[in-house]
Nanobody, 123 residues
Framework: QVQLVESGGGLVQAGGSLRLSCAAS????????MGWFRQAPGKEREFVAA????????IYADSVKGRFTISRDNAKNTVYLQMNSLKPEDTAVYYC????????????????WGQGTQVTVSS
């Protein structure tokens, strides 16, 4: 069982930056693929980024590539999402997720989810 708690969301102007954190419980954090998803009002939840067990492999949605960076610190059981050059269309609730697999998935096929943190980007 893994519990995930996101933090770091807030209100920021377009062009600004935020760093989201996701703290995970459990001693096997390093064995989970970790992902970030987001959901805007009236839209389906969409993939943002994911990272492998070791952090050696990352993948991103085209819409955030070059602006967002996912990373993890297995010693701290924490995964991060650094978001730069934010745009109003990045406004959404951001969810952290964990997948008990070696395969990085860009679908919502993850085993555990956090409660989400709101990110609002004003124009």
């Amino acid at each position: 069982q893994v519990q995930l708690v996101e933090s770091g969301g807030g209100l920021v102007q377009a062009g600004g930056s935020l760093r989201l954190s996701c703290a995970a419980s459990g001693r096997t954090f390093s064995r989970y693929v970790m992902g970030w998803f987001r959901q805007a009002p009236g839209k389906e939840r969409e993939f943002v980024a994911a990272i492998s067990w070791s952090g050696g492999r990352t993948i991103y949605a085209d819409s955030v590539k070059g602006r967002f960076t996912i990373s993890r610190d297995n010693a701290k059981n924490t995964v991060y999402l650094q978001m730069n050059s934010l745009k109003p269309e990045d406004t959404a609730v951001y969810y952290c997720s964990a997948r008990a697999s070696t395969i990085i998935a860009t679908t919502t096929n993850y085993d555990y989810w956090g409660q989400g943190t709101q990110v609002t980007v004003s124009s």
